[in-house]
Nanobody, 122 residues
């Protein structure tokens, strides 16, 4: 049974930093891409960033490029999202996701985590 479990969310001041983690288990993700999505109240879930598990290539949404960094630890089967200089508009429920590596912006997702809340205060 595949499990993606997020942690690290919370309240952060604008301009601060926060690191989200996702612990993955239940299968090999070597042929997958893993990434982060977010959903703010009243809005649709949107792509944030993704990394190809095997080679480490990354893609980012324009809204977070230069501020957020996605990384992974293959040995620990963990995914991370380093959020630097967050803005109030980054406030959302952040989801960990895994899907086929052929989709650059994770248009197809096979597995979702339950989400971790990030609130950025101004």
């Amino acid at each position: 049974q595949v499990q993606l479990v997020e942690s690290g969310g919370g309240l952060v001041q604008a301009g601060g930093s926060l690191r989200l983690s996702c612990a993955a288990s239940g299968r090999s993700f070597s042929n997958y891409a893993m990434g982060w999505f977010r959903q703010a109240p009243g809005k649709e879930r949107e792509f944030v960033a993704r990394i190809r598990w095997s080679v480490g290539s990354t893609y980012y949404a324009d809204s977070v490029k230069g501020r957020f960094t996605i990384s992974r630890d293959n040995a620990k089967n963990k995914l991370y999202l380093q959020m630097n200089s967050p803005k109030p508009e980054d406030t959302a429920l952040y989801y960990c996701a895994a899907g086929p590596s052929s989709y650059a912006y994770m248009e197809k997702v096979d597995y979702w985590g339950q989400g971790t809340q990030v609130t950025v205060s101004s």
